[in-house]
């Protein structure tokens, strides 16, 4: 019996691609081309499977071009690469990486807001560019994490564990605004408050953006919650571009009206606004939170698990769409 193929539209690990060769037909992308749209779909052509990195998008036209396509394995927890609506409609299964990157991702998030508050790029760069001839004693003076307000917008799972490291180890006051308010136990583990939006902009010494990309938290943080922010205060992005925006935030930073921003993603990457390369208050990193070498393996994994389980009849393991049985594609 032939085997399915699949595609995998990114480089990734060499283990990823022979493991999915034991059950699929694999092409693969080991040089890393970024292919635009009308190269990715003629790829896809007679393709059932495709491992994707987050960057791909998948939309109604790419899927009215692809007929056989029946499921898309994201290697990311975010997917908003993936038109739902236009999958259902297509009949075909999304499924993301969730859970294995929430530790590494939080871990990483307050490596950024340490970064922020503490000025250690800008510090770091001062350094190597020879200026450093004496100490001084107001010489890169930030903000304290310790003893602090932290401010998290999206408590999911890694906003989760970004509070719990806030409360428990460095003593923080954690208030959280969140679509839906925790339960009462979750919120006494992370020891996390709720609060309104505005009412944690106008509080937060740190804020941290953890939120999933949608229509409706497309820029969540703009000129007006910049505004409501405590001039001392940092800023930190680690969830999707597209968030803040961009522009105004380069705006506020180059004004001073907030401290500090840490930015781990961008509107419209990997390009970056140009005026945030210009102000020297922000700490700029290329998407890189759950860049480990166990939990990017981890991630990898999983997408191929949910190929797997999917094309061997189980139904995927971490769905994002209504489960499409095979059989009714
Ligand atoms: C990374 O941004 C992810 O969504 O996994």
């Known amino acids: 019996m032939s085997k399915p193929k699949i595609l995998i539209a990114r480089a990734i690990f060499g283990e990823t691609i022979e493991r999915l060769s034991?059950?699929?037909d694999v092409e693969s992308n080991q040089t890393d081309d970024v292919w635009p749209k009308a190269l990715l779909i003629e790829k896809l052509k007679g393709k059932e499977g495709v491992f994707t990195t987050g960057?791909?998008?998948?939309?109604?036209?790419?899927?009215?071009?692809?007929?056989?396509?029946?499921?898309?394995?994201?290697?990311?927890?975010?997917?908003?690469?993936?038109?739902?609506?236009?999958?259902?409609?297509?009949?075909?299964t999304g499924t993301n990486a969730p859970d294995v990157l929430t530790e590494t991702t939080a871990d990483f998030g307050f490596a950024l807001l340490m970064a922020t508050a503490r000025r250690i790029s800008e510090s770091e760069h001062y350094l190597r560019a020879g200026k450093w001839t004496k100490w001084a004693y107001d010489m890169f003076s930030g903000s304290d994490i310790h003893g602090a307000t932290?401010?998290?917008?999206?408590?999911?799972?890694?906003?989760?564990?970004?509070?719990?490291?806030?409360?428990?180890?460095?003593?923080?006051?954690?208030?959280?605004?969140?679509r839906s308010r925790l339960d009462a136990a979750l919120e006494a583990e992370c020891k996390a408050t709720y609060v309104g939006k505005e009412e944690l902009l106008r509080n937060a010494d740190h804020v941290v953006l953890v939120v999933p990309y949608t229509?409706?938290?497309?820029?969540?943080?703009?000129?007006?919650?910049?505004?409501?922010?405590?001039?001392?205060?940092?800023l930190v992005n680690i969830a999707r571009g597209g968030i803040v925006d961009d522009a105004a935030l380069a705006a506020a930073l180059r004004d001073k009206r907030i401290a500090a921003a840490g930015l781990?993603?961008?509107?419209?990457?990997?390009?970056?606004?140009?005026?945030?390369?210009?102000?020297?208050?922000?700490?700029?990193?290329?998407?890189?939170?759950?860049?480990?070498?166990?939990?990017?393996?981890?991630?990898?994994?999983?997408?191929?698990?949910n190929l797997i389980a999917f094309f061997g009849g189980k139904g995927p393991v971490t769905p994002v769409t209504p489960v499409t049985s095979l059989a009714k594609k």
């Open 55 to 92: 960057s791909e998008r998948i939309d109604g036209e790419l899927l009215d071009a692809c007929p056989e396509l029946k499921i898309c394995a994201n290697m990311a927890v975010g997917y908003n690469n993936f038109d739902i609506d236009a999958m259902v409609a297509h009949g075909v």
């Open 22 to 24: 034991q059950h699929f």
């Open 264 to 305: 781990d993603v961008f509107e419209g990457e990997p390009k970056v606004h140009p005026d945030l390369l210009t102000v020297p208050n922000v700490v700029l990193t290329p998407h890189i939170a759950s860049a480990t070498v166990p939990t990017r393996r981890a991630m990898a994994e999983l997408a191929a698990d």
């Open 215 to 234: 229509p409706a938290s497309h820029h969540t943080i703009g000129a007006v919650e910049l505004a409501l922010m405590k001039p001392t205060a940092t």
């Open 150 to 178: 932290l401010g998290i917008i999206g408590m999911g799972r890694i906003g989760q564990g970004i509070a719990k490291r806030g409360a428990h180890g460095f003593g923080m006051k954690v208030i959280y605004h969140n």
